[in-house]
């Protein structure tokens, strides 16, 4: 069983900058495909980036790659999202994921298995 929790989240302008983290705990992390995920009210949770075990495979949404980064840490048991050049449109609640699918990386929510609780980013127009 592994837990999951975000932080990072918060209030920044347009053309801002954050930095998601996402701690695991009860699992052996190396073994997780990770992934975020980001979710407005009354839409879908929708894919954003993910990386693979060794952290040496990362994939991006349309929508974020060029601003976006995702980076793991095997040894702190943590994966971080690096957020720049915020859009309004990036508002969301985001999600953290891990997943054991035999796969460098997956786009796909149902083959993650563990969420965290989840971050609100707001940016401001």
């Known amino acids: 069983q592994v837990q999951l929790v975000e932080s990072g989240g918060g209030l920044v302008q347009a053309g801002g900058s954050l930095r998601l983290s996402c701690a695991a705990s009860g699992g052996t992390f190396s073994s997780y495909l990770m992934g975020w995920f980001r979710q407005d009210p009354g839409k879908e949770r929708e894919f954003v980036s993910a990386i693979s075990r060794s952290g040496i495979t990362t994939y991006y949404a349309d929508s974020v790659k060029g601003r976006f980064t995702i980076s793991r840490d095997n040894a702190k048991n943590t994966v971080y999202l690096q957020m720049n050049s915020l859009k309004a449109e990036d508002t969301a609640i985001y999600y953290c994921?891990?997943?054991?699918?035999?796969?460098?990386?997956?786009?796909?929510?149902?083959?993650?298995?563990?969420w965290g609780q989840g971050t609100q980013v707001t940016v401001s127009s």
């Open positions: 994921a891990a997943g054991q699918k035999r796969t460098a990386y997956s786009t796909n929510r149902n083959d993650y298995t563990y």
